[in-house]
Structures are given as C-alpha cells and as structure tokens.
Nanobody, 113 residues
Framework: VQLQAFGGGLVQAGRSLRLSCTTS???????VDWYRRVPGNLRAFVAS???????SYADSVKGRFTISRDNAQNTVTLQMNNLKVEDTGVYYC?????????WGPGTQVTVSS
C-alpha cells in the first residue's frame, strides 16, 4: 500500500485547510488514520475512518475536523476548520490492512497567530 499526503501549508488561526491522503487502493484497507507529529518525535492521533465509514477524532479536534473516505477515488480527506496554533505540525496518514500499518510521507501544516 502506497500513501501520499498533501494539502498542507501556512494559514492564520481560524482559517481552514484540507488535507488529502491518496492511496494505491482502499480495497482491503480497514482503517485510515491521520496523525500529527508532536514534540519527542511522537505521533499524536488526529482522526480515523474505517472501511465502513465509522469515524473517530481526538478530543482536541472534535467539531473542527472532519475525515471522509472516497473509495472510488482511493482518497481520504481531512477537512480542518477553525485551525489553532496548536494544530501546527507534520501530518501523516496511515492505512491498516490485514494487521499491517503503512505510512506515507507527511505534509506540513503551520498555523500562525
């Protein structure tokens, strides 16, 4: 499974960005997640969507971020509204299939005050 995240950029607080994660194919992928790199080189969970369309969000983004999955386009989108400075970071998408998790290169999101 190959993944590519794009759509990052520099925006002011309160504005929106849309991140996209393109895959080599969503067939057989159970879950697609978005993570953000945090200090300590760790990755913090942001949102996920299952093959059945069930979504989950970190508390910090609930009500502001929306994750969606387009199986026909093999794309998972993360719509980020009302961005905050603390949303800044490198965002990664991952896909889990048959117990294996695949990662793609991240995309930088910078939110200025």
């Amino acid at each position: 499974v190959q993944l590519q995240a794009f759509g990052g950029g520099l925006v002011q607080a309160g504005r929106s960005l849309r991140l996209s994660c393109t895959t080599s194919g969503l067939l057989g992928i159970n879950v697609v997640d978005w993570y953000r790199r945090v200090p300590g080189n760790l990755r913090a969970f942001v949102a996920s969507v299952t093959s059945g369309g069930r979504t989950s969000y970190a508390d910090s983004v609930k009500g502001r971020f929306t994750i969606s999955r387009d199986n026909a386009q093999n794309t998972v989108t993360l719509q980020m509204n009302n961005l905050k400075v603390e949303d800044t970071g490198v965002y990664y998408c991952s896909a889990t299939a048959t117990g294996t998790t695949y990662w793609g290169p991240g995309t930088q999101v910078t939110v200025s005050s």
